[in-house]
Structure formats: C-alpha cells, structure tokens
Nanobody
Framework: QVQLVESGGGSVQPGGSLTLSCAASGYTLGTSCMGWFRQAPGKEREGVAAIARDASANYADSVKGRFTISQDNAKNTLYLQMNILKPEDTAMYYC???????????????????WGQGTQVTVSS
C-alpha cells in the first residue's frame, strides 16, 4: 500500500527556513516522479516543485531561487528545502507521487496518483 507522510512544517518568521520531508512507503521512490504542492485557505492547490527520476526539476516562479526539491532514494524520502520564507508561502504543503515507468516533473495536481495528508507552514512575524 502506497503511503506518503509529510513532516517538518511549523511556524517561522519571514526570512527564515524550513525543510519539509515526505517519507514514502509501499513503493520505491526511484520509480516515480514526485511533487510538492501547497494550498492556502480560499485558494486553489498549486504546484511548488517537482522532480523526475533523473533528478530534473521544475519550480513555480514564486519559489525559484528560494526552494530546492531533492530526494534520497536510500531513505525513500523526498525533501523541500525552503529558504527566505515569505508570508505568502503560508499554506498546507502536500507531497504527491506519480508511480510510472515514464513520467515528468509535472506541476499540476491531476498528474499525480498518490497524496500525503499535508503539513502546515506558517510564515509570520
């Protein structure tokens, strides 16, 4: 059974950093494409970053240069390093997986088959 469990969220001041983790089980991370999405109250879910099996990555324009997506296949874990956080980064963050022999680092939620429950990130002074 595929399971994704996010952790690492919390409250931080503007300019601070957080690292989110997504522990995958029930499959091997290296056989999938993975993505991080976020959803703020009253807004649609949006793609933040995605990574393919060859480690190629895509980022939303709003986080380029501040966020880095990575994965550790030995730990079967996906990460999102978030630096220079802004109040507008406040949202529930979700990781998602598309388990496929051929996949791309997609940035739309419909592309993904499996989702975690989310971890809250709050950026406030």
């Amino acid at each position: 059974q595929v399971q994704l469990v996010e952790s690492g969220g919390g409250s931080v001041q503007p300019g601070g950093s957080l690292t989110l983790s997504c522990a995958a089980s029930g499959y091997t991370l290296g056989t999938s494409c993975m993505g991080w999405f976020r959803q703020a109250p009253g807004k649609e879910r949006e793609g933040v970053a995605a990574i393919a099996r060859d480690a190629s990555a895509n980022y939303a324009d709003s986080v380029k240069g501040r966020f880095t997506i990575s994965q550790d296949n030995a730990k079967n874990t996906l990460y999102l390093q978030m630096n220079i956080l802004k109040p507008e980064d406040t949202a529930m963050y979700y990781c998602a997986a598309r388990i496929s022999i051929s996949c791309l680092p997609g940035m739309t939620s419909r592309y993904y088959n499996y989702w975690g429950q989310g971890t809250q990130v709050t950026v406030s002074s």
